[in-house]
Nanobody, 121 residues
Framework: QVNLVESGGGLVQAGGSLRLSCVAS????????MGWYRQAPGKERELVAS???????NYVDSVKGRFTISRDNAENTVYLQMNSLRPEDTAVYLC???????????????WGQGTQVTVSS
């Protein structure tokens, strides 16, 4: 059993900033990749940013230069710093963690419940 707890969403004006956090806990042997997805009403879920265990990062083009993903391996936590927010960034943001189960040593793909980010114009 793995739990992902997200926090940091909310309502912000265009140009503002938010910082999302996601803490993973439970039956974890090792966390491999961590990332953030988002899903807006009527749109498909898209990968916003990801970070590997080694610290390599990847971003969707629309957030490059504005968002920064980071992780604290000791705390099993991933962050998403979002600056210069735009109305089109409005969505539910979901944490995603690819990990190795301590119990089975199998790879598990785990999702958080999501946190709403709303950017007003």
């Amino acid at each position: 059993q793995v739990n992902l707890v997200e926090s940091g969403g909310g309502l912000v004006q265009a140009g503002g900033s938010l910082r999302l956090s996601c803490v993973a806990s439970g039956n974890i042997f090792r966390i491999n990749a961590m990332g953030w997805y988002r899903q807006a009403p009527g749109k498909e879920r898209e990968l916003v940013a990801s970070i590997t265990s080694g610290g390599s990062t990847n971003y969707v083009d629309s957030v490059k230069g504005r968002f920064t993903i980071s992780r604290d391996n000791a705390e099993n936590t991933v962050y998403l710093q979002m600056n210069s927010l735009r109305p089109e960034d409005t969505a539910v943001y979901l944490c995603n963690v690819l990990l190795t189960s301590r119990q089975t040593l199998r790879i598990v793909n785990s999702w958080g419940q999501g946190t709403q980010v709303t950017v007003s114009s």
